[in-house]
């Protein structure tokens, strides 16, 4: 698997386990884009790479997503490949065409080629639809001359005027109703510092979280889950029973907030999904 794939793969895992995130975000729409596309679901892409578009216009050569997970941010690149893939050049060479698309992409040069490639691919297309000619214009016949009739006037009664009263004027519209500001939810920036940490390798660092400085349960499950699998590693490297007994402890802990929640596969090993599940 590409190194890109891995960081893709981290991307969801943790926007899964997050729970308390309401609503994804265009980084999110991006990097589910950026799997879609390279799984081949060309249409899942398209409407991914558009909905991070219609939220973040702007591309960038390199943009942090999550963690250490980073990427060019190319979304008018990946929607016009995706639509190219499914043969819409059309679409296709006018997202190419855009001049923060250009700008950027000339910087990336694999991907400027593989642009070109395909825009070389599309460019006879496009050109042979916007070249149909016109359909021919049918001449109309000249409307029919009719015999001159005699006229006849309609000697009309004087009408009386109607006053029509004046409508009163209209109220004023009610001032707005000042609505309280809606709080952007997510997962709170510590507890993505520790996920980073312990997907970096420093599970001392992660060892010593505090999982019930969060005022939401479901922060507290997933603190407790990475601290867990942290202690769980150090223990097995430093053959250490109580850290093992403490990683136990808090297995235990995060059970008591989330029965159902398991461990992903994607980040954490078969061993210590193992000892999750028997640390009730």
């Not at 490639?117 to 214009?137: I, L, N, Q, Y």
């Not at 001032?175 to 709170?188: I, Q």
Request: glycine share 4%.
């Amino acid at each position: 698997m590409r190194a890109g794939e891995r960081h893709t793969r981290w991307l969801v895992a943790l926007a899964l386990l997050v729970a308390s995130a309401a609503h994804a975000d265009y980084k999110d729409d991006y990097a589910h884009g950026l799997k879609a596309y390279r799984d081949g679901q060309f249409a899942e892409a398209r409407k991914l790479m558009q909905q991070a578009l219609e939220d973040h216009a702007e591309p960038a050569t390199k943009i942090r997503l999550y963690g250490q997970v980073y990427e060019a941010y190319l979304p008018q690149h990946y929607l016009g490949m995706a639509a190219f893939k499914l043969g819409d050049c059309n679409t296709a060479v006018a997202q190419w065409s855009s001049a923060p698309n250009k700008q950027i992409v000339a910087q990336l040069p694999e991907i400027s080629s593989e642009e070109q490639r395909s825009f070389a691919s599309c460019g006879p297309k496009v050109a042979k639809t916007e070249d149909k000619p016109p359909p021919p214009v049918t001449p109309t016949e000249p409307p029919k001359k009719t015999e001159d009739k005699p006229k006849t006037v309609a000697i009309e009664k004087p009408v009386e005027p109607v006053v029509v009263p004046k409508p009163p004027p209209p109220k004023p519209p009610p001032p707005p109703e000042d609505k309280p500001p809606v709080a952007k939810s997510g997962p709170p920036e510590p507890l993505l510092q520790a996920f980073e940490s312990y997907l970096a390798g420093r599970y001392a660092d992660v060892a010593r979280i505090n999982p019930d400085s969060y005022a939401d349960s479901r922060a507290r499950f997933h603190a407790y889950l990475v601290r867990a699998a942290a202690k769980f590693t150090l223990a097995r490297i430093a053959s250490d029973d109580a850290l093992l007994k403490s990683a136990r402890a808090d297995a235990a802990a995060a059970h008591a907030l989330d029965a159902r929640t398991q461990p992903d596969t994607t980040l954490f090993s078969p061993g210590f999904r193992t000892f999750f599940q028997e640390s009730h």
